[in-house]
Structure formats: structure tokens, C-alpha cells
Nanobody, 124 residues
């Protein structure tokens, strides 16, 4: 069982930045495919970004060029740097892990473990 704990959410003005972190309890963190998802009120959970064990990354179109996903395998931590934030980025952001780190995974059902979420609110 892997425990994932997100942090770094908060309230930010449009155009601002936040960095989310996700600490994993597993010693095999480096072998996992890691992802960030978000869910706004009344909407389905949406794919944001993913990073495979190779370091290969993928993003949903609406965040490309603004968000950067990265990982520190030595620390067992996943990051999401979010720049040029917009009100439509407001959501609860979730960290997720998939045991098979080699394949592209963008659907919530592809992931095996989830964090509890952290709220990001973009508002003036």
C-alpha cells in the first residue's frame, strides 16, 4: 500500500504561481508512473499531467506551457509547478500513482493509489 500526501495548495490571484508537492511512502517510488488530476465542483476528475519512470511527461492541452510536472526519486516526491494561473484552474488537485511506470496513463482508472487532495483557488 502506498500513501500519497499532497501539499502546497492555496488561494492565488490570476497570473500567480503555486507549487504542489506529493510525498509518497513507497520505497519503489521511482518505478511508478505518477500523475496529477483535478476536480472542480460538479465536474468529473480531469487529467492534468503525468510523468513516467523514464521521465517522459504528458500534459492536458489547457495547461501546456504553464504547468510543469517533475519528480525527485531520492526524496520520493512529485511536484507540479503551476504558473500563469487562471480562474478555470480552480479545483481540488490530486496526486496519483500507477505501479506500472512504463505506459502512458491519463485516465483516473489507470492509477492504483490516490492522495487526499489539496485545494487550489485562483481568484482576485
Amino acid at each position: 500500500q502506498v500513501q500519497l500526501v499532497e501539499s502546497g495548495g492555496g488561494l492565488v490571484q490570476p497570473g500567480g504561481s503555486l507549487r504542489l508537492s506529493c510525498a509518497a511512502s513507497s520505497r519503489t517510488f521511482s518505478s511508478y508512473n505518477m500523475g496529477w488530476f483535478r476536480q472542480a465542483p460538479g465536474k468529473e476528475r480531469q487529467f492534468v499531467a503525468t510523468i513516467r519512470l523514464t521521465g517522459l511527461t504528458d500534459y492536458t492541452a489547457s495547461v501546456k506551457g504553464r504547468f510543469t510536472i517533475s519528480r525527485d526519486n531520492a526524496k520520493g516526491t512529485l511536484y507540479l509547478q503551476m504558473n500563469s494561473l487562471k480562474p478555470e484552474d480552480t479545483a481540488v488537485y490530486y496526486c496519483a500513482a500507477r505501479r506500472d511506470g512504463t505506459v502512458l496513463a491519463v485516465n483516473p482508472s489507470d492509477f492504483d493509489y490516490w492522495g487526499q487532495g489539496t485545494q487550489v483557488t485562483v481568484s482576485s
